[in-house]
């Protein structure tokens, strides 16, 4: 039994050429754009608009190394195969350190735990309360020892292999458990795969997972009883919900210090130009 993950839509492949162009070369142009304004008009109150030199600078190697990360992915695609004695697997990841290749005896599986994660989320700003969300789930297998886990990522177009290796697992008794909590999201580095397997490793994240043959209805039953087992409020305890609330705290004090650095900005340039 082998699994290999498949190469990126090619809407989305073209998404990212284009945006790496266009975000790219905004950085650039507001890099560039001052040093240009003030060669051609060289006034003393113009010096402070500098700043924007490195702000732009800081954006081409950001989003330069953000796409250079992605575009290496697409050239890498985790595998998977079973063999007579032992899972063995190449995993590759956007997230630093996420990438692994890896050996599990058959005998040493713990258990395997089935929980859904983030390949893709648009949504409004944390602090803009408009717009439509959407987001993009994708089933992910921890198969765990006793001290470590091969996580495999399902693409959705691939669900009947990944419900082959859920049955795979329950032919031979191994145990089954699910959690709806969301602990990847491709690219956000929400938590780290040690995170994970600690995590999934308690009883109080977990529930067992009845395999019957209908996958769909199988995920809901265990969805509704983990909640009627832990607590609706527990739902949103978790990596997911903790990035967001940082995410929202970032965005809204970037918002309070861009404005406070536009007001120093035009300041400043006020003051030198009453100077000179």
């Known amino acids: 039994m082998k699994y290999e993950e498949r190469p990126t839509e090619i809407f989305w ?48 190697y950001w989003f330069t190394s953000m796409f250079r990360r992605l575009f290496w992915k697409e050239r890498h695609h985790s595998r998977y195969e079973v063999t007579a004695t032992q899972i063995e697997g190449v995993t590759y990841r956007h997230e630093p350190g996420e990438s692994v290749e890896q050996s ?3 005998d040493a599986i713990q258990q395997v735990v089935f929980f859904p994660a983030i390949v893709r989320k648009t949504q409004p700003s944390p602090t803009v309360r408009f717009g439509r969300p ?20 399902f693409d959705q177009r691939d669900l009947p292999a990944f419900e082959q290796w859920i049955q795979y697992f329950d032919e031979r008794d191994v145990p089954l458990f699910y959690t709806p909590k969301q602990l990847y999201w491709i690219g956000a580095n929400i938590s780290t795969r040690w995170e994970r397997f600690e995590r999934l490793r308690r009883p109080e994240e977990i529930i067992p997972f009845t395999y019957t043959g209908n996958l769909v209805m199988d995920e809901q039953t265990a ?5 009627e087992t832990h607590g609706s409020e527990r739902l949103n305890e978790g990596p997911h919900q903790a990035y967001y609330e940082k995410q929202r705290t970032i965005m809204k004090w970037t918002f ?21």
């Open 134 to 153: 959407t987001i993009e789930f994708c089933p992910m297998l921890a198969i765990m020892t006793e001290d470590d886990s091969m996580e495999i990522l």
């Open 104 to 106: 599990l005896p058959l």
């Open 256 to 276: 309070i210090g861009t404005l406070i650095g536009i007001a120093l900005l035009a300041g400043s340039m006020f003051a030198i130009a009453a100077l000179t």
């Open 13 to 60: 492949r073209m998404f990212y050429v284009y945006g790496a162009i266009v975000l790219i070369g905004l950085s650039l142009a507001l890099a560039v754009a001052p040093l240009a304004l003030i060669a051609y008009y060289p006034v003393a109150w113009l010096i402070p608009l500098l700043v924007f030199v490195a702000i732009g600078g800081f954006g081409v």
């Open 223 to 227: 969805a509704g009883l983990w909640v």
